[in-house]
């Protein structure tokens, strides 16, 4: 396969015109005269003219000559063809086609020709002079007799996604003589892809199956990539030397589209994307010390609301930590195993377990030990300096190899924050938290904002399309739905807490609100960074 770029016009290019625009043409008397290979073709096979007598020469100013070719139709419908001439008047074989099912009009709007008419029609063809377009010699017509409609061809699918194979077989086999098939799918945008298709000899019957690229090369050795829209779809039977001619038959033409791939997706991480908290959970993941994964979790909001394949490529599994993405654990393989080279995005939340969080959150919503903002602050704040960054270099570095391993560029890892669990300022009537004192609630913003930081700056040493998404930005979803809200505030909260009836291990995890928060900060950020 290759591609071609610009405009292409191969020899006995067809302008079909309509009948309303070209009168019937009738049979011309001259004793200038030329031959036809077939007498009768069904329409789209190729009849061969060529000459008995030449053009006049060429006159001295140097101008040339070419033929003109015209095929009317038994409805007076007319083809046009034309080749030029050498200086002594002699001109090319060309190889009239008899006109199949074609699409014009660049396709949008859809314009469609008729194929040529069953019938009794007429040859004619006649000598132009190049620079004045004046006749400089006609040739006695001939009759050609359209005996039967177009070869036809098969396309599955209709709509084929970037990336994806196509498959095309003949309904109709290709005229003896045939050596090889060869087509093109055109836009009508100069662009066209080119393709070889597999002629069986004994009954000259073809197929051709193919992956639409997500990627093309350019003759001059840059890339792009392949248009997305409708193509018209053309194929041809070739004669063993090509020579210049044109094909031995010409199926009729039929459309097809490109539309964009689905997004390959992985959904990695710990219990902020598995979804814990939010009962009931995917089957096999449920059990105290599972995965926890939920079928409300982000990943599979984003699966349904987009175009998304995730299937068993979420792995995300509540309390994982940077190792469980590069060795596995919970009986879980490495979650990046399920990186694969069609990979387009990964996401995943990830480092909070490292620290660990659990315990600083557990110290906090404990009203009858030390206050959190003391010891367990202080050891939240240097298990990211000791646990969180060096692991997550590590995991990105990893992932990242993996990546380049699998030759996979393109593929785009989003690495999400962590929300404010806690609004920015305390009040004495504030709901569901009198367990916690104004200076806990400032600890657990500080070590949020730490712990975010310390993730940002990692993945934004990586680069690339490694991208961190803030969770805690002002115009983030979760601003207002945090826990700790004034009585007065109706706004709901978007996490889980002990005070509203859940488990103690689901405390501080978004709930199903919060997931659905998550869903649409990726898709913001994907708004603004689309995948390539």
Same mark, same amino acid.
């Given at each position: 396969?290759?591609?071609?770029?610009?405009?292409?016009?191969?020899?006995?290019?067809?302008?079909?015109?309509?009948?309303?625009?070209?009168?019937?043409?009738?049979?011309?008397?001259?004793?200038?005269?030329?031959?036809?290979?077939?007498?009768?073709?069904?329409?789209?096979?190729?009849?061969?003219?060529?000459?008995?007598?030449?053009?006049?020469?060429?006159?001295?100013?140097?101008?040339?000559?070419?033929?003109?070719?015209?095929?009317?139709?038994?409805?007076?419908?007319?083809?046009?063809?034309?080749?030029?001439?050498?200086?002594?008047?002699?001109?090319?074989?060309?190889?009239?086609?008899?006109?199949?099912?074609?699409?014009?009009?660049?396709?949008?709007?859809?314009?469609?020709?008729?194929?040529?008419?069953?019938?009794?029609?007429?040859?004619?063809?006649?000598?132009?002079?190049?620079?004045?377009?004046?006749?400089?010699?006609?040739?006695?017509?001939? *009759?050609?007799?359209?005996?039967?409609? !177009?070869?036809?061809? @098969? $396309?599955? %699918?209709?709509?084929?996604?970037? &990336?994806? +194979?196509?498959?095309?077989?003949?309904?109709?086999?290709?005229?003896?003589?045939?050596?090889?098939?060869?087509?093109?799918?055109?836009?009508?945008?100069?662009?066209?892809?080119?393709?070889?298709?597999?002629?069986?000899?004994?009954?000259?019957?073809?197929?051709?199956?193919?992956?639409?690229?997500?990627?093309?090369?350019?003759?001059?050795?840059?890339?792009?990539?392949?248009?997305?829209?409708?193509?018209?779809?053309?194929?041809?039977?070739?004669?063993?030397?090509?020579?210049?001619?044109?094909?031995?038959?010409?199926?009729?033409?039929?459309?097809?589209?490109?539309?964009?791939?689905?997004?390959?997706? *992985?959904?990695?991480?710990?219990?902020? !994307?598995?979804?814990? @908290? $939010?009962? %009931?959970?995917?089957?096999?993941? &449920?059990? +105290?010390?599972?995965?926890?994964?939920?079928?409300?979790?982000?990943?599979?909001?984003?699966?349904?609301?987009?175009?998304?394949?995730?299937?068993?490529?979420?792995?995300?599994?509540?309390?994982?930590?940077?190792?469980?993405?590069?060795?596995?654990?919970?009986?879980?393989?490495?979650?990046?195993?399920?990186?694969?080279?069609?990979?387009?995005?990964?996401?995943?939340?990830?480092?909070?377990?490292?620290?660990?969080?659990?315990?600083?959150?557990?110290?906090?919503?404990?009203?009858?030990?030390?206050?959190?903002?003391?010891?367990?602050?202080?050891?939240?704040?240097?298990?990211?300096?000791?646990?969180?960054?060096?692991?997550?270099?590590?995991?990105?570095?990893?992932?990242?190899?993996?990546?380049?391993?699998?030759?996979?560029?393109?593929?785009?890892?989003?690495?999400?924050?962590?929300?404010?669990?806690?609004?920015?300022?305390?009040?004495?009537?504030?709901?569901?938290?009198?367990?916690?004192?104004?200076?806990?609630?400032?600890?657990?913003?500080?070590?949020?904002?730490?712990?975010?930081?310390?993730?940002?700056?990692?993945?934004?040493?990586?680069?690339?399309?490694?991208?961190?998404?803030?969770?805690?930005?002002?115009?983030?979803?979760?601003?207002?739905?945090?826990?700790?809200?004034?009585?007065?505030?109706?706004?709901?909260?978007?996490?889980?807490?002990?005070?509203?009836?859940?488990?103690?291990?689901?405390?501080?995890?978004?709930?199903?609100?919060?997931?659905?928060?998550?869903?649409?900060?990726?898709?913001?950020?994907?708004?603004?960074?689309?995948?390539?």
């Amino acid at each position: 396969m290759r591609l071609a770029r610009g405009t292409v016009c191969v020899l006995g290019c067809i302008s079909l015109l309509l009948a309303a625009l070209v009168p019937t043409v009738a049979a011309v008397e001259s004793s200038a005269n030329f031959t036809m290979s077939q007498s009768a073709v069904r329409a789209g096979q190729s009849v061969e003219l060529t000459e008995v007598d030449p053009c006049p020469a060429s006159n001295p100013d140097g101008f040339s000559q070419f033929i003109e070719a015209t095929f009317i139709d038994a409805l007076g419908r007319s083809s046009l063809y034309s080749v030029p001439t050498n200086d002594q008047g002699h001109w090319i074989r060309p190889i009239i086609l008899m006109p199949p099912p074609r699409y014009i009009n660049n396709l949008d709007p859809l314009a469609y020709s008729n194929e040529a008419a069953l019938g009794s029609g007429v040859v004619a063809a006649r000598c132009i002079h190049s620079s004045t377009g004046t006749v400089d010699m006609e040739y006695a017509s001939k *009759v050609l007799s359209i005996t039967g409609s !177009s070869a036809l061809f @098969s $396309i599955t %699918p209709t709509k084929v996604p970037l &990336g994806q +194979k196509i498959h095309m077989a003949s309904s109709d086999a290709c005229p003896a003589g045939t050596a090889r098939v060869k087509g093109y799918m055109d836009n009508g945008n100069t662009f066209i892809f080119n393709f070889d298709a597999v002629f069986n000899s004994g009954t000259r019957h073809w197929v051709a199956d193919f992956t639409i690229p997500k990627i093309v090369e350019n003759p001059v050795g840059s890339s792009r990539d392949f248009p997305q829209g409708k193509y018209r779809v053309s194929v041809g039977c070739e004669p063993p030397e090509t020579d210049g001619r044109l094909p031995l038959q010409r199926y009729g033409e039929t459309l097809t589209e490109v539309i964009k791939s689905p997004v390959q997706y *992985v959904a990695m991480g710990d219990s902020f !994307s598995s979804g814990e @908290s $939010i009962e %009931p959970f995917e089957a096999g993941t &449920g059990s +105290k010390g599972g995965c926890h994964r939920s079928n409300k979790a982000y990943p599979r909001l984003l699966e349904q609301a987009n175009d998304f394949v995730l299937g068993d490529k979420f792995v995300a599994c509540s309390g994982a930590t940077t190792t469980a993405i590069t060795l596995g654990y919970n009986g879980q393989p490495p979650q990046l195993s399920k990186v694969t080279a069609d990979t387009d995005l990964i996401t995943m939340t990830i480092g909070g377990n490292n620290m660990p969080f659990g315990t600083f959150a557990r110290a906090c919503v404990k009203p009858l030990v030390d206050s959190c903002d003391k010891q367990p602050y202080r050891d939240a704040i240097a298990g990211i300096v000791k646990n969180v960054i060096p692991r997550m270099e590590f995991m990105l570095g990893t992932l990242r190899d993996r990546l380049t391993n699998l030759r996979n560029t393109g593929a785009t890892v989003l690495v999400i924050g962590y929300p404010q669990l806690i609004p920015p300022s305390w009040v004495a009537d504030s709901r569901g938290c009198w367990w916690l004192q104004p200076q806990e609630l400032s600890a657990i913003r500080s070590v949020t904002n730490t712990l975010n930081t310390a993730i940002e700056n990692e993945v934004n040493a990586i680069g690339g399309k490694f991208h961190f998404v803030p969770a805690t930005s002002e115009d983030s979803p979760f601003v207002g739905h945090e826990l700790c809200r004034p009585k007065t505030d109706t706004a709901a909260t978007y996490f889980s807490n002990v005070q509203l009836g859940a488990p103690d291990e689901y405390t501080f995890h978004p709930n199903a609100e919060g997931q659905r928060a998550y869903a649409d900060l990726i898709k913001n950020h994907l708004a603004q960074h689309p995948l390539n």
